[in-house]
Nanobody, 127 residues
Framework: QVQLVESGGGSVQSGGSLRLSCAASGYSDSRYCMGWFRQAPGKQREGVATIDSNGSTRYADSVKGRFTISQDNAKNTLYLQMNSLKPEDTAMYYC?????????????????????WGKGTLVTISS
């Protein structure tokens, strides 16, 4: 059973930084790809950053140069370092992993859809 548990969210002022973590267990897929997605109030969930088994990364244009996705395979942990945060980054951030059924596909990110999701961690940026 795949479990993804996010942590690291919080409230910071504009220009500040946060690092999100996602502890993964039970995940092993030939289509390995993990990433971060976010959903702001009243908006659809969108891709933020993903990383695949080759270490290739993809980012939303809105976060390029500010956010960095990384992984520690020894710890089975995915990270998202967020710098120069803006109020528009306020959202619930979700960790996700691709799977066989690929239910939720986001163009420009993982080549396969995301099947597994964490419960999210809230990020609030004040101006």
């Amino acid at each position: 059973q795949v479990q993804l548990v996010e942590s690291g969210g919080g409230s910071v002022q504009s220009g500040g930084s946060l690092r999100l973590s996602c502890a993964a267990s039970g995940y092993s897929d030939s289509r390995y790809c993990m990433g971060w997605f976010r959903q702001a109030p009243g908006k659809q969930r969108e891709g933020v950053a993903t990383i695949d088994s080759n270490g290739s990364t993809r980012y939303a244009d809105s976060v390029k140069g500010r956010f960095t996705i990384s992984q520690d395979n020894a710890k089975n942990t995915l990270y998202l370092q967020m710098n120069s945060l803006k109020p528009e980054d306020t959202a619930m951030y979700y960790c996700a992993a691709s799977g066989i059924s690929g239910r939720y596909y986001y163009a420009g990110f993982c080549n396969y859809g995301m099947d597994y999701w964490g419960k999210g961690t809230l990020v609030t940026i004040s101006s």
